[in-house]
């Protein structure tokens, strides 16, 4: 198994930045990337970037890029997510997942086999 806590979420005003940790714990060496989704209320949850441990290649969704950075520090099982020049439709629950076992697409949900609890990221206008 695998543990993933996040952090980092809270509220900031449009413009602002915010970096959410994920801190993995367990069985880690079975994971081979990282991601970052959202969900806000009433919609689906959306891919917003990932990144994989060894290569460091990084992906990233259309309405984020340029904006969002997903970096990785492998000593320390933790991956990041720096957001900048923040937008009120980011506001979401931000949630943190690994890769293991699933050969799906690093952009759907269905791609990942763990998942953390989630963090409130709340953007004002």
């Known amino acids: 198994q695998v543990q993933l806590v996040e952090s980092g979420g809270g509220l900031v005003q449009a413009g602002g930045s915010l970096r959410l940790s994920c801190a993995a714990s367990?069985?880690?060496?079975?994971?081979?990337?990282m991601g970052w989704f959202r969900q806000a209320p009433g919609k689906e949850r959306e891919f917003v970037a990932a990144?994989?441990?060894?290569?460091?290649?990084?992906y990233y969704a259309d309405s984020v890029r340029g904006r969002f950075t997903i970096s990785r520090d492998n000593a320390k099982n933790t991956v990041y997510l720096q957001m900048s020049n923040l937008k009120p439709e980011d506001t979401a629950v931000y949630y943190c997942?690994?890769?293991?076992?699933?050969?799906?697409?690093?952009?759907?949900?269905?791609?990942?086999?763990?998942w953390g609890q989630g963090t409130q990221v709340t953007v004002s206008s």
């Open positions: 367990g069985r880690t060496f079975n994971t081979y990337a």
């Open positions: 990144v994989y441990w060894s290569a460091g290649n990084t």
């Open positions: 997942a690994a890769r293991a076992y699933s050969r799906g697409s690093y952009y759907q949900p269905s791609g990942y086999d763990y």
